[in-house]
């Protein structure tokens, strides 16, 4: 099993199908969405809106299409139903490449009912891969020494960037066989003026958004920045002719910040 090392996050991106299409041209191969979003839909059409203008190159295995059961879609009935929901927005793609489960918030019984639900979609051919997203440490082992468990999670989807490191949550993910999969990898725009931020993008002749991209991919995960504008999706994703010296790493890094941009839900009960 094999994710892209960078995608593309969808939040709050209303003509997705343009963006998407665009992405994928631009070499983009993993797609975020979320049920949330309100934008499956959307995503999938600009997924098959770019294979279909070249199938000979564009081929529906080369993308990774991600999404997540929203908190009310919890439970093992309301799951299944949900999943199945999920599947017919996106018709066209035939399968899901990864399912997440959106937040630890909705309680132990729900959790794993929903990650019962999930396991079968898998064995059904319906879902190649699942994973989780905000979990913490105490959710990720839940799930692993879970008697019902039959399909292992490849992925926990956390906000990560130098001002939310989550140091410890990410090195005991990847322990336990998890990749991590970094969102607002960008703190959602708000750090693009850090002076050191800025300072290294100079000094490297990039973008304060491409440093900060390329230490998530320095540090082992997979960012997947958010953008709806044409030239950012293009600067985003050159980020593999640089790199960060260690030295340069520590001058990003902010061990004792923790300011996430978003929700922060990784150590609810
Ligand atoms: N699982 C979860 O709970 C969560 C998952 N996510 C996922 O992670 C993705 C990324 O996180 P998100 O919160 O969107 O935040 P990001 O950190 O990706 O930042 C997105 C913001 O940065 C701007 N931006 C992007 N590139 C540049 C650039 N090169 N220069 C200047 N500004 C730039 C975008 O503006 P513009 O679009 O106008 O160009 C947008 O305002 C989400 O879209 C979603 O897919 C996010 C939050 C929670
Ligand atoms: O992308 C997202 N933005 C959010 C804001 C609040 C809760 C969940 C999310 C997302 O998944």
């Given at each position: ?17 343009v ?59 309301t ?38 639900a999930?396991?079968e979609?898998?064995e ?14 105490k ?101 593999f ?29």
């Amino acid at each position: 099993m094999s994710i892209p090392p960078i995608g593309l996050g969808t939040w709050n991106i209303h003509n997705a199908s343009v963006v998407v299409e665009q992405a994928l041209d631009i070499g983009y191969r993993l797609i975020d969405t979320a049920k949330l979003y309100g934008n499956e839909r959307e995503v999938g059409q600009g997924i098959i809106n770019w294979i279909n203008k070249d199938p000979v190159h564009n081929k529906r295995q080369d993308v990774f299409y991600v999404t997540k059961l929203w908190n009310d879609q919890n439970g093992y009935e309301t799951a299944k139903r949900a999943i199945q929901d999920g599947l017919n927005k996106v018709s066209g793609l035939k399968y899901i490449d990864l399912l997440l489960i959106h937040s630890p918030t909705e309680g132990r019984r729900m959790r794993l009912e929903t990650w019962k639900a999930m396991q079968e979609a898998v064995e059904a051919g319906h879902v190649r891969y699942i994973g989780v997203s905000n979990y913490g440490e105490k959710h990720i082992d839940e799930l692993l020494n879970w008697d019902g468990l039959t399909v292992k999670p490849i992925a926990n989807e956390i906000e990560v960037s130098p001002w939310c490191m989550r140091q410890e949550l990410c090195d005991f993910t990847k322990k336990r066989g998890l990749q991590v999969i970094a969102y607002a990898p960008l703190s959602h725009a708000y750090r693009l003026t850090d002076p050191d931020a800025e300072a290294v993008a100079r000094e490297k002749g990039v973008t304060p958004a491409q440093v900060l991209i390329r230490w998530s991919i320095e540090k082992g995960y997979i960012p997947i920045p958010k953008t709806k504008t044409e030239s950012r999706l293009r600067s985003n994703f050159d980020v593999f002719s640089f790199k960060l010296t260690g030295d340069e790493m520590k001058r990003l890094d902010h061990p004792n910040v923790h300011d996430p941009s978003d929700w922060d839900v990784v150590h609810c009960a």
